[in-house]
């Protein structure tokens, strides 16, 4: 993915961020996250769950870079007049920050959920466990944040490498050459030399 904000930005080229890197990132805030609620349940001090602050805080952030992302989005379109190419780039940035973090946020808040759902007995264990699902849910929404922005700041190449009609000009020359040494071999097959009589 190339796109003409990043292109005035000495040519940035700037790819998707892959399901598989969303995936570990999830993975490793697995397991992570399971590890710590393990070794951390017994302590006298709770250091598990979130507090209400920490959904808040993620959705608000999700909300900003949603808003930033809709402007790049509008501009792309042809809506918008002009835009800043660094505020684009770094709309693009955080947009691909949020697939990382927010899989790996989502992984953190469900191995502690998933460690503590093992005894949800006492009223402690149900209290964390729903301040543990309700940010996982704000990871989530920042994870389809992310996933949206990037796909709103993209844009098809225009005059990059990739470009399709870049790659047939490219390609044209060869096919020329190929074309006239045909022709070339052709002429020369139907030509006879002309025998002289003595």
Not at 65 to 73: A, E, I, P, Y
Not at 142 to 165: A, F, K, M, Y
Request: proline residues 7%; hydrophobic residues 50%; contains cysteine.
């Amino acid at each position: 993915m190339t796109s003409r904000l990043l292109r005035k930005e000495n040519k940035v080229k700037i790819r998707r961020t892959a399901w598989y890197v969303m995936a570990l990132a999830g993975v490793a805030g697995l397991i992570v996250g399971a590890l710590f609620a393990l070794f951390t349940q017994n302590l006298p001090v709770t250091l598990l769950g979130a507090n209400w602050l920490v959904p808040a805080l993620l959705i608000l952030v999700g909300i900003v870079v949603g808003v930033f992302g809709w402007q790049v989005h509008r501009y792309v379109k042809g809506d918008l007049p002009s835009l800043d190419p660094q505020r684009a780039f770094m709309t693009l940035a955080f947009g691909k920050a949020l697939e990382i973090v927010g899989p790996a946020l989502m992984g953190w808040y469900v191995g502690q959920l998933l460690v503590i759902a093992v005894h949800p007995d006492s009223p402690w264990a149900q209290h964390t466990m729903v301040e543990c699902g309700v940010a996982a849910l704000a990871s989530l929404v920042d994870l389809i944040v992310g996933i949206v922005v990037e796909h709103w700041c993209e844009l098809p190449p225009i005059d990059g490498p990739e470009n399709p009609t870049v790659k047939a000009n490219q390609k044209r020359p060869v096919a020329d050459a190929m074309q006239k040494k045909e022709e070339q071999v052709k002429k020369k097959s139907c030509h006879f030399p002309s025998s002289r009589n003595n």
